[in-house]
């Protein structure tokens, strides 16, 4: 390279970098002015349930920052820009949903790492959700595709559990491809991502052999993080009981346990089986994962009623769950109320358990310091029908819905507009020029006064606001 080369090189550099800069922070708009107060936004009047900080009271949350400045008894609305009432309303941490499918994008038919998968912001935040667990949609070969294509661009954190299978979840001739499942070079993968690549996942496999799950342990070793398994179709030569006694470590992850389909049900009481016993005692976590099939009443209720409770509560979430028994987290959780745990017991499940498993302690708390993700949640009172996987339903009179969500501290859903102020009201309830620091929506702007017609054009030689947008 030539000296002048270089030079232009650099200055070319200069130009476009400084053009990327003026266009980002258009994008962002001009700085935010400090704020001096304690809080940018305080949830006030709030039962809190945070299961980590053994919290279950009237407790206000003050956040700064986008993290959690103060949890405590009658905080100041004076010390915050904005204070939002939460009154009669559980204010809990971001709800986890530890195994969905959200690889969508790639445009493969018939293929969790494609058009059986969906976009998580359209499912998560209205439903109190702010962190999921993609359960294996991608392998080796293309999680950065994934990591690309969704975890980079979403408003919900997504973390994802490496399939061992290294085409990822693409169908039986990919998931039963003994070749492709190397847990050396799969684990070595996912410690190139701590903190993103949470778990090994080993799904749908149809062979009598033991290697998926072997090598998912191998895999998880490497990288320390727990392996999920979806057991696929039982197989006599593969009895879960050796799978949870032999092969798998205490802290990973049982998905589908209340299925009844890979013997996690005891045939003759109905209660948990012994696998399933085994299990809770060596540590090994059951989860949910409701799906198109995998929740049937006539397993989870005799399990539970017979004491055993799940770990954690997950939907997998994909095309063929969203929209028939399985709805959304919430009411995967309103079904085990139905069945007898609280709303404590429930909301510690989408909470601190699920982000103790994939040891993110981080997460699903409201400790001071942590990331301000939250859930506000109602109780809605009725007669409500519940639906599993065989369609067939149990009435209950409770469900829990999602009223506000915020994400780092801003409000990114809100579904009554408890954030928002009266349409016709003269004066705003904070300062507008500061409302970027508490949500994601678009004020009114600044200092415009009840009752304003905007303007239709700008005058003549005046500059063009913004287009909200
Ligand atoms: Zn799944």
Redesign the pocket.
């Known amino acids: 390279m030539t000296a002048k080369y270089f030079v232009h090189a650099i200055l070319g550099c200069l130009i476009l970098c400084s053009t990327i800069g003026i266009a980002q922070e258009g994008r962002r708009g001009p700085p935010l002015p400090a704020n001096p107060l304690a809080y940018d936004l305080l949830l006030r009047g709030g039962h809190v349930l945070d299961d980590k900080n053994k919290i279950d009271a009237m407790r206000d949350v003050g956040i700064k920052d986008g993290k959690v400045a103060a949890v405590g008894a009658n905080l100041n609305p004076k010390d915050a820009l904005k204070t939002i009432d939460v009154t009669g309303l559980y204010v809990t941490p971001g709800l986890i949903d530890l195994?969905v499918?959200v690889f969508a994008g790639t445009g493969e038919r018939g293929s969790y790492a494609g058009d059986l998968s969906v976009y998580p912001d359209g499912f998560t935040l209205r439903n109190g959700v702010t962190t999921v667990v993609d359960?294996g949609s991608s392998g080796l070969r293309n999680f950065d595709d994934f990591k690309d294509k969704i975890i980079d661009r979403s408003t919900t954190r997504v973390l994802s559990m490496l399939n061992i299978v290294g085409a990822g979840m693409r169908g039986s001739k990919y998931e039963d491809n003994l070749e492709d499942m190397d847990g050396k070079l799969t684990g070595e993968k996912a410690r190139q991502f701590p903190g993103v690549i949470v778990g090994i996942k080993s799904?749908h496999f149809t062979g009598p052999e033991w290697k998926p799950y072997d090598q998912a342990v191998i895999a998880g070793n490497i990288a320390n993080i727990p392996v999920m398994i979806?057991y696929g179709t039982r197989r006599t030569e593969r009895p879960l009981l050796d799978l949870v006694s032999k092969h798998l470590r205490p802290g990973d992850i049982y998905t589908h346990c209340f299925s009844g389909l890979r013997g996690e049900q005891n045939s003759e009481t109905g209660l948990a089986s012994e696998a399933l016993l085994v299990m809770k005692k060596r540590g090994i976590y059951c989860d949910v994962?409701h799906?198109g099939g995998s929740f049937a009443w006539t397993v989870a209720t005799p399990i539970l009623k017979g004491g055993y409770l799940p770990d954690s509560i997950s939907t997998?979430l994909?095309v063929g769950s969203m929209n028939n028994g399985m709805k959304d987290l919430l009411n995967v959780a309103d079904k085990l109320m139905v069945i007898g745990e609280t709303i404590p017991q429930v909301v510690a499940q989408m909470t601190s358990h699920p982000a103790h498993e994939i040891k993110q302690e981080q997460l699903g708390n409201l400790s001071v310091g942590s990331g301000a993700d939250v859930a506000v949640l109602s109780v809605e009172t009725g007669s409500f029908g519940f639906v599993d996987m065989y369609n067939t339903k149990m009435l209950g009179t409770k469900k829990l819905v999602c009223e506000l969500t915020l994400r780092d501290g801003k409000v990114v859903y809100d579904l009554n507009g408890m954030s928002a102020d009266m349409w016709d009201a003269k004066d705003h309830s904070a300062d507008a020029r500061q409302s970027r620091r508490w949500t994601t929506f678009n004020e009114r702007p600044y200092a415009s006064p009840h009752g304003q017609r905007f303007p239709q054009s700008s005058p003549v030689g005046e500059p063009i606001p913004p287009t909200p947008k």
Do not use: F, I, M, Q
């Open positions: 195994h499918h359960a799904a979806d994962g799906g997998d994909h």
